[in-house]
Structure formats: C-alpha cells, structure tokens
C-alpha cells in the first residue's frame, strides 16, 4: 500500500460531485507542543479544539471517495471518527515515541494504557488522535492496529500506514512494529508458531532495552494469550515474575490486570494484591474495575465481586452517558454486567438483580453488536428469567412474559425457555388451565420437531435408494438425517416432562411431580428439594439440600433452603445454627423474597425480628475504594439530544422543539449528490406513512444549503418528499450529534431515534448510511414502550 498522506478533508456533502479540499491535519488543529493537563474522569470533558480555519491545498479527486468514507483507506472507515480527549485514570503508562508534539505522546501513552485496560474502542480513538496531531508518528498507527488485533483485516491496514512511516522511528519502536507487522502477515493457520514467534520477538524488546517495563507488561500478556491456541504456560511462576519487574517500577501500573488472568484459574488468592490495585491502577477504565471481580467470584468472597462488578457497569454507564457511545460498542460491557447479576444473586440482592437484567433488556438494539442472539439483549433475557427463577417471583415472571422485557421471540430456543418459564409461574401460581396451555404448545412444538425429523429421515432414504446404495450406507444417511433434529427433539422432552411435573405438583401430586421433574434432569435442584419434603421424602430432601450447600459455598438462595428444610423437619437447633451462617452473609439480602420470606417464622421464633439481617464490615484487603455514587450511574440512561433550528427549502423554520411531546427518527445525509444517501431516504419515504401510524416523525438534515435541499426535492416524484428537510450548511447539528469526522474534517452519515423527552434513544453513525427503515420503526417502537412502561411504573402509587 502506497503511504497515505494525513489529511482532513472539509467535505460539506458534495461527494461524487462538487469539490472537497484537503489541508494538512498539523494546520488543521494548530497546537504548540506544550505540555496539556489531563482532565479529570469519569466526569471528563472532551479537551476544547481550536477553530478550524478554512482549508486550502490540492482538490481531491471526488471518484475515487464515496461520501463519508475515510480518505485514507477501509480501514479507517469503521472505528472511532470523533476526537478524542485526554483523561485522567487510564493508567500509569509511558510509552516514548518519535514525535516532537507531546501532546501526541499523551494520547500515545494514553492509548497504552487503555490497550492494557482492554479498552480497545477508546485506545484506537487516542492513537487516531495522536495521528492527527502528528501524521508521520509511525507508533500511532501501530496502536491502531493493537486495538484491532481481533479483527485482522482492519488491523493490516493500520499496520501498512506504521511501517510506511518505519524510517522516522526509534529502534525500539521499529521493533514493537515488526513485531506485530510479521504476526499479521504470517499464516492465520499456522497460529502456534505466529504466537511463539510474536512472544519470541516481544522478548527481544526487553532484551534490547531492558528498561522498558511496557515490553515486559505485553510479554506477559502474550504468554497468557499463547494457552488459547494451544501453547501451555510452562511456568506461571516465571511470568509473574516478569509482572512483578513491572510493578517494581511502577506500583500502579495497569499490569495488575494480567496478573489476575494469570491465576484466575490456578491460585486466585495469588492475586489478592492485585484486586485490591486494579481498578484504582485505571479507574477510568471500566474493565479495570471488572477484572478484581474474577478473583473475589473464585474465593467466593461474592459481596466483593458485586461492588467491583457494580464499580465496572457505572463507570462504563458514565463513559457511555457522557460520550454518547451506544453500550455494546464498549468490548465486555455485557460480559461484565451479566456477570455481576449472577453475584448479585448469590448476595440476595433480588431487586437490583432485576433491575439491571431489564436495564439490559432496554439498551438500544443493533445488528451488529446487540441482538437477541447476542449482547446485552441475549444475557439480559437469560438473567433475567434466572432470577425470577431462583427467586420464585412467579407474579413478576408471568407479567413480564407478557410485556416487551421476556416477550415471545423468533429465537426458537429462546421462544422454549419463555414457554419453560412461563409454564412454571403459572403452575406455581396455582392457574392450571394457563398452565396447561403453555405445556400444551411445548407438546405440539416436540410433535412438530418428531414429524419433521420423520421427514427428513424418509426423503434421506429416498433419496440413498435412488442413488442405488447399499444397506449399510442407507442407514448410515438415514441417521445423519436424523441427528439435524436430534438435540433438539431431546431438549423438548426434558422440557415437556419438567412441564408435567410442574402439572403435577400443582394438583397436589408431590411423588409424581418429583419423579418427572428428576427425569428432566433440568429442573431446580431447591424447588424439587421443597416438592420431595411435601412428598414425605424428608430425609432426601435434606440431603439435596445440603449437598447444594456444599457445592455452592457462601451463596444465600442454598443456605436459605437449609434452614427452611431442618426447621420443616423439627430440627429446630441445627436450623438455628445454619441461620446464623445465613445471617453472617446477610448484609444485602432483599427480605421481600418468598425465598427469605419462608424464614420469619424461624426468626421470630430465635427472637431476631424482623429484620434479622447482619450488616457485614467492609474488607480491609481491598484497596482503597472510591464511592460507587461517583463512579457514575447504577443503570444506564439516554442522552439528551442536543438541540437545534433549522430551515428547508422554502425558508421555513424547523427545530428539535417542534418535536417535544412527540418521538422523532432524524436522518443526517450527506447532500443530494451522495448516491448512498438518496438510496436511503428513498427506503425511508414510503415508510413514513408506517411511522406515522406509530405516532413517530420523520426529518432528514441535509449538509446541503437551501439551493441543495431544493436539488434534492426535485429528485423525487411531483418535487414532494413525504417527510421535511432541512439544511445544516454550517454542520454544527452534525458536529453535535457528533455525525462527524474529526479527524478527515467530514460529515458522516447518521440516523437518530429521539423519544418524547429529548433524549436519544438509538443511534447508528457510520461511513455508510442505515438502509433498513422497518428495524428503526420496530426498534424505536421496542424503546418507546419501554419508555412509557417506565413512566406509568413511575406514577404509580407506594
């Protein structure tokens, strides 16, 4: 690839037409090279850029670029296109590089120690933003492409603009370039001898300079990384010792963070140290937070890992708020927050559990990071229905199959587990007849999936014997054919025969209930425990019990269940013994339970009130901890959606305000020149009708002036579109719904779903323009009722 000169482009919507201009990225944001302070985080904002003065230079060549698509190459197209700012928090990390702008160094250095927090979309922002300030920085564009490693075709290309510029680097990073430029450029399959050459070459860093704890903090990290293509770790004890010539130099280094990879799944408690630095080593960094989680979730230390996960999820809910970043943009966002649900489970914090679980439900759905196949929708749904589970909140469960949260799907395996649950709640509620129906539609799906397979297995046989195959070979395809169905005809009959247990302890037979739900092999062990001792298999039942208790150490559901069966039994002291190990682990337990609240006899009986409850002193092995309050908020929350007035084609006046009381999809395009755009406003104008219906408006703010609005009008039937357009020559409402390049100095396509509050709800912002109006009108349908659920909860009495 040729080198690519730096430059931002002023690109005012007349791609594929008009003119575009390019200007140096140094002229561009004219900085001295003084030394910038670094905002404080979380509640950070981005650091003020100086006007950008009107550009000059050679004219790009408009066919060669589409509208909105970077000018320096696909790789740069996708990714953060807004600037960065410098923040405080990201790590102690100094990462020297060949460059004459310190500001560039602090984002470089910034961008490390966001590499190291795994903060991958925020680290790739920094480099870009060291690039701008300084075009020839080789070590820039190497960060880009760390920040991309899972994603090796975008991280060639940065590779290809880091070596382009190899002769203005130090040695050092010469080699650290190499390095990673030979790792991409070797075989994908040969990934052991890739891996071991890209830790062999790490090595030679620190070799060569011994003094550069970043080449030991990244050898460590590739070492741990090597075990997932096969590569054991030979000597844990050696890395950690290479982490520990890290932290000889710098106490709060962000490699913390790889030494509680390093032994979470060997010696946990070999990285006690390292959980209580962690998040306070990057505390600007989500993930940072996250990571002690692991280490207290192993030692089963479970009110630890909740107040590390709950730190991680607001610091990622203020970044997110506050940058106005969709949530599944943020790599292992969702992984964090779902994680945290199942400890707050294990802690009794029911409430909170569910909050966050529907909190996950709503966040703003995309196809290509947050589907219910996968993101926060796919585990906000599955902990979500395992907390109203656990928890036997059967009226909850019931209401909320019902609503937009556990709503029935076209997942076909997540439309089983809504029957599954939804027939348990009714069963336990006592409603048979609803029961029935919902067992009734799981038979008839085991039906349909045995007719089907019957089906396929006949055609399979047809078709052998035409082909003229021996006997052997016929039932060879005739069981291939069978098994497309197999796992999941098998996974129906443990369904339905849960479902008939659950028949049959509501009609009072325990013996038959507990028979069938054994056989499922997939029902609660607990509830099944609590049927077992109606049947007057006591003994069994505390058995169960306490081998549940055993294996699930320090959870409460269990040891709730342990004491409800002894005081059944009559075994009124050793209950009174295992109350007290509840009790011991009772500081968050939320009583409004039927799990906890089966336990007020026991309490009133051993005279501990109410409330019997134990708060518990905070750990003195945990760093020190800031709090939770300040690290941002328990869920998260749209952003206002900043506002504005504009004017269409014949001069009238339009603004966000004319919209206040009413939702609103607002389409930024890029001129009537740019194809793309003209492509989706015509996907989006016979729909209007559509959204309409909804109660949703429609606006489109074009980069075009008036004259160019009126172009584009006469592109359409009669010189009519069924929605307003609107100019933002200036592109300032670009700028602020940040639909622009700050980098390239052009706008980007946008597409904005605005509720009745102001606040923007889903966003798409990209090179290319969202070309699919129904998922928008279904989207924002989804979010809006959500919405106004939340309200009328709201309004309801205490």
Not at 104 to 130: K, P
Not at 321 to 332: C, E, G, S, T
Request: charged residues 25%; contains cysteine; hydrophobic residues 40%.
């Amino acid at each position: 690839m040729s080198r690519t000169p730096w430059v931002p482009v002023l690109f005012a919507g007349l791609a594929l037409a008009t003119w575009q201009v390019l200007v140096p990225w140094q002229a561009v944001f004219a900085q001295d090279d003084a030394e910038v302070q670094a905002d404080p985080a979380p509640s950070a904002e981005p650091v003020p850029q100086p006007e950008v003065a009107a550009p000059t230079g050679g004219e790009a060549d408009p066919q060669t670029v589409l509208a909105g698509h970077s000018f320096h190459g696909e790789a740069f197209n996708e990714g953060p296109r807004q600037k960065a700012y410098l923040m405080q928090g990201t790590g102690k990390v100094h990462f020297p590089a060949a460059t004459k702008s310190a500001e560039a160094q602090q984002f470089i250095d910034q961008g490390v120690g966001q590499l190291h927090g795994f903060w991958y979309f925020e680290a790739e922002r920094s480099f870009r933003q060291a690039a701008m300030l300084d075009p020839d920085c080789a070590i820039a564009y190497w960060g880009m492409a760390m920040a991309n490693t899972n994603n090796e075709t975008r991280a060639k290309g940065f590779m290809e603009e880091a070596v382009d510029r190899l002769s203005g680097a130090s040695q050092r990073e010469a080699m650290y370039i190499d390095a990673l430029a030979t790792y991409l450029k070797t075989d994908s399959a040969k990934k052991k001898e890739r891996a071991e050459k890209y830790a062999d070459d790490l090595e030679q860093i620190v070799l060569e300079f011994p003094d550069d704890i970043e080449a030991k903090a990244f050898l460590a990290l590739q070492h741990w990384n090597n075990r997932t293509v096969g590569i054991k770790i030979s000597s844990p004890v050696a890395i950690d010792a290479l982490i520990g010539q890290v932290l000889a130099v710098e106490p709060m280094h962000p490699v913390h963070h790889y030494r509680i990879h390093l032994w979470d799944d060997r010696r946990a408690s070999k990285a006690l140290p390292d959980a209580a630095l962690c998040g306070q080593s990057a505390p600007a960094i989500a993930h940072m937070w996250h990571m002690p989680g692991h280490i207290y979730s192993k030692l089963k230390r479970y009110e630890d890992a909740c107040w590390q996960q709950e730190a991680s999820a607001r610091v990622d809910h203020a970044h997110m708020m506050r940058d106005h970043v969709m949530p599944d943009q943020i790599h292992n966002f969702a992984h964090n927050n779902e994680w945290f649900i199942r400890n707050l489970v294990h802690v009794g914090r029911v409430g909170d559990a569910v909050d966050l679980a529907k909190n996950m439900i709503e966040l703003p759905r995309h196809p290509r990071y947050n589907t219910l196949g996968s993101g926060s929708a796919n585990y906000g749904r599955r902990r979500l229905f395992e907390v109203l589970r656990q928890y036997e909140l059967w009226d909850e469960m019931v209401e909320l199959c019902n609503s937009a949260y556990l709503d029935p799907t076209d997942i076909y395996d997540q439309q089983v587990e809504r029957l599954r649950h939804l027939g348990t709640a009714q069963f336990r509620l006592g409603d048979v007849e609803a029961g029935k129906a919902t067992l009734a539609e799981l038979e008839q799906r085991l039906a349909t999936a045995r007719q089907e397979q019957d089906a396929a297995v006949s055609a399979a046989e047809t078709k052998a014997k035409e082909e003229g195959k021996n006997e052997q070979e016929i039932e060879k395809a005739k069981e291939e054919a069978s098994k497309g169905l197999a796992g999941r005809i098998s996974g129906l009959e443990k369904d339905v025969k849960q479902m008939q247990g659950e028949l049959a302890a509501a009609q009072g037979d325990y013996s038959s209930a507990v028979q069938l739900l054994d056989e499922s092999k997939q029902a609660e062990k607990l509830q099944v425990a609590r049927f077992r001792l109606l049947a007057g298999d006591e003994e069994t039942a505390e058995k169960d019990v306490r081998d549940l208790v055993r294996r699930n150490d320090k959870e409460v559901i269990p040891q709730a269940a342990l004491v409800d069966v002894l005081w059944q039994r009559g075994k009124k002291d050793e209950a009174a013994k295992e109350m007290e190990k509840l009790r011991a682990m009772s500081g968050s337990i939320d009583l409004r339970s039927p799990v906890f609240e089966r336990l007020a006899p026991v309490a009133a009986e051993l005279g501990l009130g109410d409330d019997w409850r134990l708060a518990k002193p905070p750990a003195d092995d945990v760093g020190q901890r800031p709090e939770l309050d300040s690290l941002g908020s328990f869920r998260w929350e749209p952003s206002p959606a900043p506002s504005w007035t504009l004017h269409d084609a014949h001069g009238k006046e339009h603004s966000l305000h004319d919209y206040h009381g009413r939702p609103v999809v607002v389409i930024f395009y890029l001129g009537y020149a740019c194809l793309h755009c003209a492509e989706q406003l015509q996907a989006f104008a016979p729909m209007a009708a559509k959204f309409e219906e909804s109660g949703i408006s429609l606006i489109a703010i074009s980069s075009d002036d008036e004259a160019g609005l009126k172009r584009s009008l006469e592109n359409y039937k009669d010189g009519t579109f069924p929605f307003p357009l609107v100019s933002d020559e200036s592109l300032d409402v670009f700028r602020a719904y940040r639909a622009y390049d700050d980098f390239e100095e052009q706008v980007l396509h946008g597409t904005f779903v605005i509720d009745e509050q102001g606040r923007v709800r889903w966003q798409d912002i990209s090179y290319e323009p969202f070309m699919d109006p129904t998922f928008v009108l279904n989207e924002a349908k989804r979010l809006l009722a959500q919405s106004h659920s939340t309200v009328a909860e709201g309004t309801q009495e205490p």
